[in-house]
């Protein structure tokens, strides 16, 4: 672990970065309201956090956020702030605190952007012990002639994204002439590099990982069984769609006990390498060959419907407890005053 902070001064406020947007239909699996949160997810999230200080400020602009932070240096930032294009989007909020000093919640920016490269998280994965699909990267056009090499099924995705963005069943490929057409489409819409993956079949899961500045890790995992099958998405993509209101029937259901003791440790060996952190999702595939990571979610959906408060909400009892243990966990990775109770 890397060593805490010296002790800092917390003046009760809270700073909730969010950038939310109203429900709505997105064009296509490119839109990039996808990857951010509805601003009732917001609402939730601040309606908990109103119990865990003496003042919320919620900021929607990262210029305004940037410029007025220095009026705020001894208060606490939760960042929620899910971004446009830039491939550090996700680093940012961090990667502003950490310039001005300022106290901030979850994970730094260098594990926010190791993290949001697909590639890059797995090499991260396999120095804890832990299996990642075979997989390799296209960076332009001119590097397409690689695919030949490729052997189907994989997964066609981009590098930087999440929510499944720009992930439906068509990029689960089963020719070179669909790897071809799918790369193509997606280096040119999102101009940034692609990984082209083994396809793992199996059941996907989602390790839900909570720790704090002593050391303590705490995993869960779970799966959604849709439509009362727990096989639903064994041999097709968890697809952007999937992540929309929709007329299928999600239930989230606990199979820590699937996962071996070794599995769990590694993954909990993966969690304290990251170093200031707090909070990890790690999503993979599971099957009778083994467990396998895709990748590493340290941006985590927060709302109460979401995998990573139903997978530990048998530690936490209600959803307002689990955003004022995240907070107070912050708070003592600096080795400030807890907020109030």
């Known amino acids: 672990m890397l060593p805490l902070p010296a002790k800092r001064i917390w003046d009760g406020t809270i700073i909730l970065v969010a950038d939310p947007v109203d429900p709505q239909s997105p064009t296509d699996a490119f839109d990039r309201r996808i990857d951010r949160p509805y601003r009732s997810t917001v609402e939730e999230i601040s309606d908990a956090l109103l119990n865990c200080c003496d003042q919320l400020i919620i900021v929607d602009d990262l ?24 491939r550090s989007r996700h680093g940012l909020v961090p990667a502003i605190c950490e310039a001005n000093n300022v ?24 120095q804890c012990g832990l299996n990642a ?81 002593s050391g303590k890790i705490d995993v869960e995992v779970g799966s959604w069984k849709i439509d009362g099958r727990s096989d ?3 041999s097709r993509l968890n697809t952007f769609d999937l992540k929309l209101p929709n007329e299928l029937a999600f239930q989230f259901d606990l199979i820590t006990e699937q996962i071996n003791e070794n599995e769990l440790t590694a993954m909990k060996r993966c969690f304290g390498s990251l170093g200031k952190v707090e909070l ?15 990748e590493l979610t340290p941006d985590i959906y927060l709302g109460s419907n979401g995998e990573y408060f139903l997978a530990l909400r048998n ?18 990775w600096y080795q400030a005053e807890m907020p109030v109770s």
């Open 63 to 86: 210029t305004n956020f940037t410029t007025e932070l220095h009026e705020h240096l001894q208060s606490l930032v939760f960042p929620y702030w899910f971004g446009e294009s830039s």
């Open 103 to 126: 106290m901030f919640v979850g994970a730094d920016a260098f594990v926010k952007v190791v993290c949001n490269d697909k590639e890059l998280s797995k090499s991260v994965c396999r």
């Open 133 to 213: 699909p075979g997989s390799i990267t296209i960076q332009s056009l001119d590097d397409l002639s690689f695919v030949k090499n490729v052997r189907p099924p994989v997964v066609v995705k981009p590098n930087y994204e999440g929510t499944s963005l720009g992930i439906t069943q068509r990029n689960l490929c089963r020719s070179l002439r669909e790897i071809l057409d799918i790369a193509e489409t997606t280096l040119k819409r999102l101009g940034q590099p692609v990984i082209i993956e083994e396809f793992i079949e199996g059941r996907e899961f989602s390790a839900c990982l909570f720790g704090d500045a």
């Open 232 to 234: 639903y998405l064994d």
């Open 280 to 294: 990890l999702r790690i999503d993979g595939r599971l099957n009778k060959a083994g467990l396998f990571i895709i």
């Open 315 to 332: 530690r936490f009892t209600a959803y307002s407890n689990l955003i004022a243990r995240i907070v107070s966990n912050s708070l003592k």
